[in-house]
T-cell receptor
């Protein structure tokens, strides 16, 4: 397909791990990204992974990339209420353009 | 210091009016973008400028006209506003692999 796809909603309990999944479209994408959008705010880059990597860890965040299946995931360990937001997966296209998924709304319950 | 700033933050106007949204970045980046985020949070690229030159122009009505007076500014002018133009408009700038987003302008057309 031509869309970057993500599930729209995820609900977890505080302290649990969250896993947000994404499938992207372009096997030649150089970089894949995760952005976070809090209510009423712009998009904030959380992390990114270069296409020749299969895993990247940054504190509570772990990104896994399966290039064969064009699947990207973001794991947030010890999820906190402050992690509640919309998370966007994005792929780079032609080094200028980016294609975004529809966003996954993460709700963290106390 | 705000890296990417947009004005105004909120814009409420009547159908048929002409309005502008301004964007400025102080990062020294060469590439700037305009994105539209609709009520379902879908984020779509509208335009991309590199060094004041248009490089991406997605299927956007010609009522939308971007203007880049210099590398640090990319303004968006919209003629004859329609109800369907109501959305949040994000400006972004990019150098290398990372895009930095502005806080967004919420446009409401009545």
């Amino acid at each position: 397909g031509e869309d970057v796809e993500q599930s729209l909603f995820l609900s977890v309990r505080e302290g649990d791990s969250s896993v947000i999944n994404c499938t992207y479209t372009d096997s030649s994408s150089t970089y894949l990204y995760w952005y976070k959008q809090e209510p009423g705010a712009g998009l904030q880059l959380l992390t990114y992974i270069f296409s020749n990597m299969d895993m990247k860890q940054d504190q509570r965040l772990t990104v896994l990339l399966n290039k064969k299946d064009k699947h990207l995931s973001l794991r947030i360990a010890d999820t906190q209420t402050g992690d509640s937001a919309i998370y966007f997966c994005a792929e780079s296209i032609d080094n200028n353009d980016m294609r975004f998924g529809a966003g996954t709304r993460l709700t963290v319950k106390p | 210091d705000t890296a990417v700033s947009q004005t105004p933050k909120y814009l409420v106007t009547q159908m048929g009016n002409d309005k502008s949204i301004k964007c400025e970045q102080n990062l020294g980046h060469d590439t700037m973008y305009w994105y539209k985020q609709d009520s379902k949070k879908f984020l779509k690229i509208m335009f991309s400028y590199n060094n004041k030159e248009l490089i991406i122009n997605e299927t956007v009505p010609n009522r939308f006209s971007p203007k880049s007076p210099d590398k640090a500014h990319l303004n968006l002018h919209i003629n004859s506003l329609e109800l369907g133009d109501s959305a949040v408009y994000f400006c972004a700038s990019k150098q290398g692999y990372e895009q930095f987003f502005g806080p967004g302008t919420r446009l409401t057309v009545l």
